[in-house]
């Protein structure tokens, strides 16, 4: 037998080894379950072939399936994730309604954001990408349908409106966006992969990829992805270091990383909202920590200007004057030289003191005072 004749009657030699030890068992996969799908069944990834034989179990042909479940992932016949996506999708939703349900029926007090953050981490992120280091030709927009999940889960945990910049949220809340999550699992999958004998199966398979630089393979996202984190490609310097020392390294990196993102996201998509705030690390700011939650929730809305001002909502028509004085714009930055509130309040801090890096009560105190006397005559 020549090698083409060899490499081509593969399947079916190993079609009959697995039958062999099928009637050694007295196993019957050729049976149908209650969804009319056979036990034993073939899928297909990608084009159809004419080399690719039929293969039978107990003299019956196999059914070819479309997609199937391995792993907790779904495989489909034409290799996209849209069916894998979408099924992350539809748990994620069933998380973001379980975590909701569970910190607004506990009294957290001043830990709720971490305790929130915490369930997010927990429940949500790992659910959503559980497997996703070896997910391949993973799309922007793929991932961004999972990112929308996230972003209304924080917006929720926040209760902020819906248009909310993406950067603030990430930036006030010390978080990694999930393409970033990514990137890091990647690569510490990598280490893993670097790891391995050169023995074992799975690496000859990785180091045989990584050689070819073929597009769409696994090999060129994470190579991408040490170049995006400043990691090095060199597989014996990523060798040499040990598992902890390198998962340290990607957790740096990473926020080193996400911080200089979102810092260009915040400059160019949400420049007039967060015009005044500067971030030089990427960490949860304190007023979460130590106000409690209904003063934390105000302050975050007055740092991103989406407080109830009609001049933070010029989208959905003109400014209005001020409800309280009517003497000039119904901006935030003028409630403090508002008559009334002057008068009402008496605030005791300056307004640019919101946007600063400590936040104490009487900030926060103010603001809501202001609020609670605004909403006395905003419908």
């Not at 379950?33 to 003299?59: E, M, T």
Request: positive net charge.
């Amino acid at each position: 037998m020549g090698f083409f004749g060899w490499v081509f009657s593969l399947p079916t030699l190993i079609n009959t080894y697995i039958n062999v030890h099928i009637e050694l068992k007295k196993l019957r996969f050729h049976t149908v379950n209650d969804k009319g799908v056979y036990k034993c069944h073939k899928l297909h990834i990608g084009k159809p072939s004419d080399f690719c034989p039929k293969l039978r179990v107990h003299n019956t042909e196999m059914q070819s399936v479309k997609s199937d479940v391995y792993l907790g992932d779904i495989l489909s016949s034409d290799g996209s994730n849209k069916l894998n996506i979408e099924n992350r999708r539809a748990k994620g939703l069933g998380k973001i309604a379980e975590i909701i349900g569970m910190i607004s029926k506990l009294s957290l007090g001043k830990h709720y954001f971490k305790i929130a953050l915490l369930l997010r981490e927990l429940l949500f992120v790992s659910s959503l990408l559980f497997n996703a280091e070896v997910w391949y030709s993973l799309s922007p927009t793929e991932i961004n349908e999972l990112e929308k999940l996230d972003r209304n889960l924080l917006k929720r945990i926040c209760g902020l409106p819906n248009s909310t910049p993406t950067a603030a949220l990430y930036l006030e809340l010390g978080l990694v966006r999930l393409g970033s999550t990514i990137k890091a699992r990647r690569v510490n999958y990598l280490h893993y992969l670097v790891k391995l004998p050169r023995t074992e199966i799975l690496s000859r398979f990785f180091l045989c990829q990584w050689s070819e630089m073929k597009e769409y393979d696994w090999c060129t996202l994470v190579k991408q992805d040490l170049t995006d984190l400043e990691l090095s490609r060199d597989l014996s310097e990523i060798q040499r270091l040990s598992t902890f020392k390198w998962k340290l390294l990607v957790r740096r990196k990473l926020r080193e990383f996400e911080l200089k993102e979102l810092t260009k996201i915040k400059s160019t998509k949400n420049k007039s909202k967060m015009d005044m705030l500067h971030y030089t690390e990427l960490k949860i700011k304190d007023y979460f920590c130590n106000l409690d939650v209904n003063l934390a929730k105000t302050v975050f809305r007055y740092r991103l200007k989406m407080s109830n001002y009609s001049a933070n909502f010029k989208a959905l028509g003109s400014v209005d004057r001020c409800p309280l004085c009517k003497m000039h714009e119904d901006r935030q930055d003028l409630a403090y030289l508002c008559p009334v509130v002057i008068s009402s309040v008496l605030p005791q801090t300056e307004y640019k003191e919101i946007f600063g890096t400590r936040i104490d009560s009487s900030i926060a105190e103010t603001l809501q005072n202001i609020e609670k006397l605004r909403d006395c005559v905003v419908p």
